[in-house]
């Protein structure tokens, strides 16, 4: 079982930056992948920014490559803070942002997808305005 809580998200213009932290607490030591999507109105959950707990290994969207950062603050093997800092941002960076965590960190690179993430938060909305 793996808790989540976001925060820090906000209101922003165009240009600015903005950063996101989602609690990490899991109840069993595992090796997790982690994930920030993000969500729009009308639309599936889209996959920003994906790190792998035990390796380190990072993947970016192209549409955040250069400008988005995910990282992580471990306390112990089975609590951190995953942060995504978000810089030049852009209106269609909008959206509600949700952390989400597999217990599948060795095949961290080949999830991507809503249904390949089991937790959850609860979200966090960033609004980009022009």
């Known amino acids: 079982q793996v808790q989540l809580v976001e925060s820090g998200g906000g209101s922003v213009q165009a240009g600015g930056s903005l950063r996101v932290s989602c609690a990490a607490s899991a109840t069993t030591v595992g090796n997790y992948c982690m994930g920030w999507f993000r969500q729009v109105p009308g639309k599936e959950r889209e996959l920003v920014a994906r790190?792998?707990?035990?390796?380190?290994?990072?993947?970016?969207?192209d549409s955040v490559k250069g400008r988005f950062t995910i990282s992580t603050l471990s306390k112990d093997n089975t609590k951190m803070t995953l942060y995504l800092q978000m810089n030049s941002l852009k209106p269609e960076d909008t959206g509600m942002y949700y952390c989400?965590?597999?217990?599948?960190?060795?095949?961290?690179?080949?999830?991507?997808?809503?249904?390949?993430?089991?937790?959850w938060g609860q979200g966090t909305q960033v609004t980009v305005s022009s």
């Open positions: 989400a965590a597999v217990n599948r960190g060795e095949y961290c690179y080949v999830l991507w997808q809503q249904p390949d993430f089991r937790y």
């Open positions: 790190l792998d707990w035990g390796g380190g290994s990072t993947y970016y969207d």
